[in-house]
């Protein structure tokens, strides 16, 4: 399995913005669809984003569209997220998640992936 660490969480007031990095070791990161899933307290880990092994094709909750935008770099190996416009119930612990062969739709579950890292919180003040 992919090991995989995210950075980047934080305390950021309505409106504003973060960018969340996942870095990957231990595989051949290319090899990977790379994913961003959420729980917030008291609910379910929901899916947030995804994208496919060179980049080329990305997948948002309707939540999040228009809103977050998901990126990686091979060379780095590491994936971003970059939060816009954020809302209070965006509040979550933020997970990144790894798998070769992952679905490619906004309705990819938790099931899809079998990496995963530590997560990371992200607090949106009102």
């Known amino acids: 399995q992919v090991e995989l660490v995210e950075s980047g969480g934080g305390l950021v007031q309505a409106g504003g913005s973060l960018r969340l990095s996942c870095t990957a070791s231990?595989?051949?990161?290319?090899?990977?669809?790379m994913g961003w899933f959420r729980q917030a307290p008291g609910k379910e880990r929901e899916f947030v984003s995804s994208?496919?092994?060179?980049?080329?094709?990305?997948y948002y909750a309707d939540s999040v569209k228009g809103r977050f935008t998901v990126s990686r770099d091979n060379a780095k190996n590491t994936v971003y997220l970059q939060m816009n416009s954020l809302k209070p119930e965006d509040t979550a612990v933020y997970y990144c998640?790894?798998?070769?062969?992952?679905?490619?739709?906004?309705?990819?579950?938790?099931?899809?992936?079998?990496?995963w890292g530590q997560g990371t919180q992200v607090t949106v003040s009102s």
């Open positions: 994208i496919s092994w060179s980049g080329g094709r990305t």
């Open positions: 998640a790894a798998d070769p062969n992952a679905p490619l739709w906004s309705g990819t579950t938790m099931a899809d992936f079998g990496s």
């Open positions: 231990g595989r051949t990161f290319s090899d990977y669809v």
